[in-house]
C-alpha cells in the first residue's frame, strides 16, 4: 500500500469555526491532490499541487485553501467551516512518468460533519 | 465537464457480465478507472491512453473509443468481490488535472 495518511479521521466541528486537514505521504511523490465526495457527485477537486509552494485551484475550490511546505506534507484549511462543507475529504498522490500521469493512490479519508 | 457514466447503478449474479460506459463531450487524452468499496478509499484498476487501447485486470477490462470520446469497463464472469462503486477520471490533456465521473454503484449477488 502507498505510504499515504491523512489526520484526522473524523472530526466534528461548528460553522464558522477553522479547520485544517492534513495529509503526509512517504512515497516522495510529486503531485498531492484534495478531493471532496459528497452522494451523487463522485469525487470532485478542491486543490492540487505540483510541487512545493506549487498549488493550484480545483473545481470546488471556494472556501477552501491549501499549503504545502514540504514534499510531504499537503494541507487543507477551511478558513470558517460552513453547513455545506460537511463531506469526506480525501487526498491522493501520483507522479508524472513519461506520457500521462501515473495512478493516484488515495488516502484513507476524513470524515468532516461541521454542525 | 464531469464525464457522464452509465448506468448509475447495475445488479448482477455471480457470473453475469456487465459494462460500465463513461463519455465525455471534450476531447479525451486519458481515462483511469477505480474502485471504490463502501466506507473504503478508492482503489485504481487501470489507465488508457487515446488511441483505443484495451486493457484489462483480472477479468475487468477497458476500451476507449477515441472516436465517441468514450470508455467503456467490462466485468467478466462477475465475483462478489467485484461490488463496489466504479468511477472512471478523465483528463483532457497530457498534464491535466483528473475530472471524476458521478460513479457507478456495481451490487454482485450470489
Known amino acids: 500500500d502507498a505510504g499515504i495518511t491523512q489526520s484526522p479521521r473524523h472530526k466534528v466541528t461548528e460553522t464558522g469555526t477553522p479547520v485544517t486537514l492534513r495529509c503526509h505521504q512517504t512515497e516522495n511523490h510529486r503531485y498531492m491532490y484534495w478531493y471532496r465526495q459528497d452522494p451523487g457527485h463522485g469525487l470532485r477537486l478542491i486543490h492540487y499541487s505540483y510541487g512545493v509552494k506549487d498549488t493550484d485551484k480545483g473545481e470546488v475550490s471556494d472556501g477552501y485553501s491549501v499549503s504545502r511546505s514540504k514534499t510531504e506534507d499537503f494541507l487543507l484549511t477551511l478558513e470558517s467551516a460552513t453547513s455545506s462543507q460537511t463531506s469526506v475529504y480525501f487526498c491522493?498522490?501520483?507522479?508524472?512518468?513519461?506520457?500521462?500521469?501515473?495512478?493516484?493512490?488515495f488516502g484513507p479519508g476524513t470524515r468532516l460533519t461541521v454542525l | 465537464q464531469q464525464p457522464v457514466q452509465s448506468p448509475q447503478a447495475v445488479i448482477l449474479r455471480e457470473g453475469e457480465d456487465a459494462v460500465i460506459n463513461c463519455s465525455s463531450s471534450k476531447a479525451l487524452y486519458s481515462v483511469h478507472w477505480y474502485r471504490q468499496k463502501h466506507g473504503e478509499a478508492p482503489v485504481f484498476l487501470m489507465i488508457?491512453?487515446?488511441?483505443?487501447e484495451q486493457k484489462g485486470h483480472e477479468k475487468i477490462s477497458a476500451s476507449f473509443n477515441e472516436k465517441k470520446q468514450q470508455s467503456s469497463l467490462y466485468l467478466t464472469a462477475s465475483q462478489l468481490s467485484y461490488s463496489g462503486t466504479y468511477f472512471c477520471g478523465t483528463e483532457w490533456a497530457a498534464g491535466n488535472k483528473l475530472t471524476f465521473g458521478g460513479g457507478t454503484r456495481v451490487l454482485v449477488k450470489p
Open positions: 491522493a498522490i501520483s507522479e508524472w512518468k513519461g506520457q500521462a500521469y501515473n495512478e493516484q493512490f
Open positions: 488508457l491512453l487515446k488511441g483505443g
